[in-house]
């Protein structure tokens, strides 16, 4: 039954003609993205873990489940047991396995699972092509973006009638000390820690679903905070994550190293259309 679910799911979220459109000008809206010019397409969310479940569903279907494709695909839950971080086992056990973080952005994967991920959701997204019996004459591929391409769509801006009215609605619920892109702040911190009632509005012990607070004008979220966003260059990571300072990260695009899975880091992917 299980199997079933997650191939249901995969059905309806990947080969529905409902998830990319085909209109009058032969204009494709890839699954998953927005369009910014003719020929690339950035992902709206950070994967998720339910996205990743349907990728291991899939290899499950395909390969086996005790096939080392199937257990190299798995994330590893370990990187939430770290000195740094207090909350660790809760998230150990059921970030990635509980239902009820599906919205939350994937993080335990390593720069090479995230481009084994691109290139299988671009095979996927062929097949749908395919089983609706579209005529898509281009060659296109999901993969990373690179440094540049991801600071290019950072830099739009989220429309500030839009900030100011969440900032209003929050200041009502007594929300005020939120973040609009949970992250930590330094003058919160302080705050904090001479009164901790503030704790529960302060910022996030963890991630936030990937669909959180406002999209910037090309419609992308959550490209600062939630978690840092690996890149085509190895090693680097983008838009800081729920660990780090405000102040540090946003404007100025500060970026992040890395070496192997971690609880901060996840990733997004673009899609290319090719000539």
């Not at 695909?73 to 239902?99: C, I, R, S």
């Not at 801006?157 to 702040?185: A, G, P």
């Not at 905070?225 to 500060?254: C, H, L, R, T, W």
Request: hydrophobic share 35%; aromatic share 18%; charged share 25%.
């Amino acid at each position: 039954m299980k199997k079933i679910f997650y191939l249901l799911v995969f059905i309806i979220s990947m080969f529905s003609i409902s998830a990319f459109q085909l209109v009058e000008k032969d204009i494709y809206r890839f699954p998953g993205t927005v369009k910014i010019v003719d020929n690339f397409y950035f992902d709206v969310h950070e994967i998720s873990n339910l996205s990743w479940k349907e990728y291991l569903s899939w290899m499950e279907e395909k390969e086996g489940k005790d096939s080392p494709f199937y257990q190299a695909a798995y994330p590893d839950t370990l990187v939430w047991m770290n000195k740094e971080y207090t909350y660790g086992e809760p998230f150990m056990n059921n970030y990635f396995q509980h239902p009820a973080y599906d919205n939350y952005p994937l993080v335990g994967v390593s720069y090479q699972q995230a481009n084994d991920y691109c290139a299988w959701r671009t095979e996927r997204v062929k097949e749908m092509f395919k089983a609706n019996k579209v005529k898509f004459s281009k060659n296109f591929k999901y993969r990373l973006p690179s440094a540049l391409e991801w600071d290019l769509i950072a830099r739009a801006e989220i429309k500030e009638d839009k900030y100011r009215e969440v900032r209003r609605r929050k200041r009502k619920e007594n929300f005020s000390h939120w973040n609009l892109f949970n992250m930590r702040s330094k003058s919160r911190d302080l705050e904090r820690k001479n009164n901790p009632h503030l704790a529960q509005f302060e910022y996030s012990s963890s991630t936030a679903p990937v669909s959180s607070y406002i999209p910037n004008t090309y419609g992308v979220h959550h490209l600062y905070g939630n978690v840092a966003e690996m890149v085509a260059e190895e090693g680097i990571a983008k838009g800081g994550s729920f660990i780090d300072y405000y102040e540090e990260i946003y404007p100025s695009g500060k970026d992040a190293s890395y070496t192997k899975p971690t609880h901060w880091l996840g990733f997004r992917c673009v899609c290319e259309v090719m000539d």
